[in-house]
C-alpha cells in the first residue's frame, strides 16, 4: 500500500511539472502570437496578392500562346497579296453603289445638306434618308476604318483634288439614280418606236411595189389582145356593094 502511495504521489508531482511547463509554454506562444499578429496579417494579405499574381500569371501564358499563334499565322499573310484580292470586289461595291444611288458629281459648300471636308456629296438611301460621302462615294466611317487599315496610303485610294466651279451653292436635284431611270426608259421607249416606223415604212413600201407590179402586168395583157377588125384589110372591100 505504502508503494502505491508512493508511486501515486510521484505521478502526481511529474503530471503537476508537466502541467506547469505546459502552461508556460502557452503563455509564451500566445504572447509571441498577440505581438506578431499584424505581422501575420500583413502575410496572409501579401500571400493572396502573390495568389492572385500567380493566378493572372498562368493566364497571361495562355494568352501569350494564342498571341504567338496568331502572330504565326499572320506572318504568313503578305498584305499586298490581301489586298490585290479585297480591291476588285470593294471597286465592285463602289460601282454598283453608284449605279443604284448615284451622287451626281456634284458638290456641296459646307453646311449644305450635312457636308462637311471631303464628304461635299449628297447620297441618297433606298429608304429616301441622305448621306454625305465623298467622290468615291464612301461615308465618313467608311473612310475612317480604310484609314486604320492603311495609313500611309500604299494600297487604299485618297482623295483627288478638285476644283472648286463644281460646287453646287443651291442644289435641287433629285436623286441621280431615278433620272437615270426615267433617261434609259425614254431611250428604250424610242428606240422601240422606231423600229415600229420602220416596220411600217417597209410594209408600205412592199404593198406600193405590189401594186406597181400589177399595174404593169394588166397593161401587158391589154396589148396582147387582138382586135375584131382586122386593121390590115382594105377599108374598100368592106364598102364595095355585093354582087347581084
Known amino acids: 500500500m505504502h508503494r502505491r502511495q508512493q508511486h501515486l504521489q510521484n505521478v502526481i508531482a511529474c503530471l503537476e511539472v508537466l502541467t506547469a511547463n505546459l502552461s508556460e509554454t502557452s503563455d509564451k506562444l500566445r504572447a509571441d502570437y498577440q505581438d506578431h499578429l499584424s505581422a501575420l496579417s500583413d502575410a496572409e494579405a501579401k500571400m493572396r496578392i502573390v495568389a492572385e499574381i500567380e493566378q493572372a500569371n498562368a493566364e497571361a501564358e495562355k494568352i501569350a500562346q494564342a498571341k504567338n499563334t496568331i502572330l504565326y499565322e499572320s506572318a504568313q499573310f503578305r498584305l499586298p497579296d ?104 425614254g431611250t428604250w421607249r424610242g428606240k422601240s418606236e422606231g423600229k415600229k416606223d420602220k416596220e411600217k415604212e417597209g410594209a408600205a413600201s412592199s404593198g406600193e411595189s405590189g401594186e406597181r407590179k400589177v399595174a404593169s402586168g394588166s397593161g401587158e395583157r391589154k396589148e396582147d389582145v387582138v382586135s375584131p377588125v382586122s386593121p390590115t384589110s382594105d377599108s374598100t372591100d368592106a364598102l364595095s356593094p355585093m354582087p347581084p
Open 82 to 185: 490581301l489586298w490585290h484580292i479585297a480591291s476588285p470586289p470593294r471597286d465592285k461595291v463602289f460601282e454598283y453603289r453608284e449605279k443604284v444611288f448615284g451622287t451626281g458629281g456634284r458638290r456641296f459648300p459646307p453646311g449644305v445638306r450635312g457636308a462637311h471636308g471631303r464628304f461635299n456629296r449628297l447620297q441618297w438611301t433606298l429608304d429616301g434618308k441622305a448621306r454625305a460621302v465623298d467622290q468615291y462615294g464612301r461615308t465618313e466611317s467608311e473612310d475612317e476604318e480604310e484609314e486604320r487599315i492603311d495609313p500611309n496610303g500604299q494600297f487604299i485610294m485618297r482623295d483627288r483634288e478638285e476644283a472648286e466651279e463644281d460646287v453646287v451653292e443651291h442644289p435641287a436635284m433629285k436623286p441621280m439614280w431615278l433620272l437615270r431611270l426615267f433617261t434609259s426608259w
